[in-house]
């Protein structure tokens, strides 16, 4: 069986190909029949081939994760922008985007069309996360700033790919992340002035003689690495 980004997939049954996937899968592969056409339909259509004739179209729709809405809306309180992208039909993506309270929605996307948009995003926003499951997500997981993979319904070359792989596969845990990451980057950089503040004074004041020598140094080095590993504690809240 191969794998086709953003088309689909062909492979062998009994010596027949069997191929599925979306309409430029049938056109690559040539198939003469012509495709069937559902009227007013909101899916997402799956056809299947068989050699080089496409009898039957399925249609798929994907649920939306039960915990996505409250994710997107906790990143949004925090003001991180919010952006939508996918290879669904565009009226699904619209619809789905809706129900999230998305900034903004990106359809009908294949793999290389995620990259220009994730660049065009770097440009206007800066540093930017992505939020992937799929083959057609690994490309873009990697070009982004934090890709974050779903660990268990997410394929091994997203999962390689990605910067975090969330175990659970709970979208909850990214406003987490986020609020957990800014903490500690916080911590790190108040760290890093407390060590320099006080082995500067307590330096001083030992060259000056004010101060023991020996209570100088002890003091620089056990007594700041025990003021810091107190300050670095506050991430267990």
């Given at each position: ?43 997402t ?7 080089q ?25 925090r ?37 220009k948009i ?13 939020v ?7 490309p ?6 934090v890709?974050?993979?779903m ?15 969330l175990?659970?596969?709970?979208l ?13 980057v916080?911590?790190?950089?108040q ?8 082995k ?38």
């Amino acid at each position: 069986m191969k794998e086709i980004p953003g088309k689909g997939v062909v492979g062998y049954v009994a010596g027949c190909r069997v191929a599925v996937g979306n309409k430029e899968l049938m056109k690559k592969i040539g198939v003469s029949r012509e495709l069937t056409q559902i009227e007013n339909d909101r899916h997402t259509r799956v056809y299947v081939s068989m050699d080089q004739c496409a009898p039957p179209t399925f249609c798929l729709v994907d649920e939306v994760r039960s915990d996505a809405a409250d994710a997107v809306e906790a990143l949004r309180e925090r003001g991180i922008y919010t952006a939508m992208l996918t290879g669904d039909k565009t009226d699904v993506a619209q619809e789905v985007a809706e129900r999230l309270n998305m900034n903004e929605v990106y359809a009908e996307l294949f793999p290389e069309d995620k990259l220009k948009i994730l660049a065009k995003l770097k440009a206007k926003h800066g540093l930017v996360a992505m939020v992937g499951d799929g083959i057609n997500d690994a490309p873009v997981l990697a070009a982004s700033d934090v890709g974050i993979a779903m660990g268990t319904g997410g394929v091994d070359v997203a999962l390689e790919s990605a910067d975090i792989v969330l175990v659970k596969d709970e979208l909850i845990k990214i406003p987490y992340l986020q609020r957990l990451s800014k903490l500690a980057v916080k911590i790190a950089k108040q760290n890093i002035s407390i060590s320099l503040g006080v082995k500067l004074v307590l330096g001083a004041l030992g060259f000056l003689g004010l101060i023991p020598l020996w209570f100088a140094v002890a003091g620089g080095d056990d007594g700041v690495t025990m003021l810091l590993l107190l300050n670095t504690l506050r991430l267990t809240k």
